[in-house]
């Protein structure tokens, strides 16, 4: 995956989000959770959306979720990514909580590229897990078929 060093990748000291991407270094799946209501929020943010609290905690997710919609991109893109394009984008509804989704791509491996999977073959609602991928110095969630 040498074309992926050029990939976007996050801030990994991001007040807000820095749990999550340390969780994801050590192969976790971590969600922001408010420390006063309990509920779970995601992208992370500084305050609740439900309560206001500012309050917060992290909480391991299984890792497991079901494909709630996805995208294929084609050119023009940013040239790390049109080089693999068409690729797949998925939103995963987790089944710890389906109102917490997250973006990813769909592969056929844990060590897979983000275009190996037709496109086609994907199912709204099929059941996926989740796997890290080591792209730079971070690891980056991505979804295998269960």
Partial sequence: MATEAKFLLPDLE???????????????????????CGRWRFPPRP??????SVETKWEAASGNA??????????????????????????????????IRMVGNLLASPEGA????????????????VVFQQIDDVAIPRWVRK
Wanted: hydrophobic share 45%.
């Fill in 66 to 99: 079901t494909i709630w919609s996805y995208v294929v991109p084609h050119p023009p893109l940013l040239p790390a990514y049109a080089e693999l394009a068409p690729y797949n984008v998925i939103v995963v509804a987790l089944d710890d909580d389906p109102k």
């Fill in 47 to 52: 305050m609740c959306p439900y309560c206001r």
């Fill in 14 to 36: 991001s007040e807000d989000a820095a749990p999550f991407w340390a969780g994801t270094a050590r192969g976790e799946l971590l969600v922001q959770a408010c420390g006063a």
């Fill in 114 to 129: 983000i275009n190996e999977i037709d496109p086609a073959s994907i199912v709204i609602g099929e059941p996926v897990r």
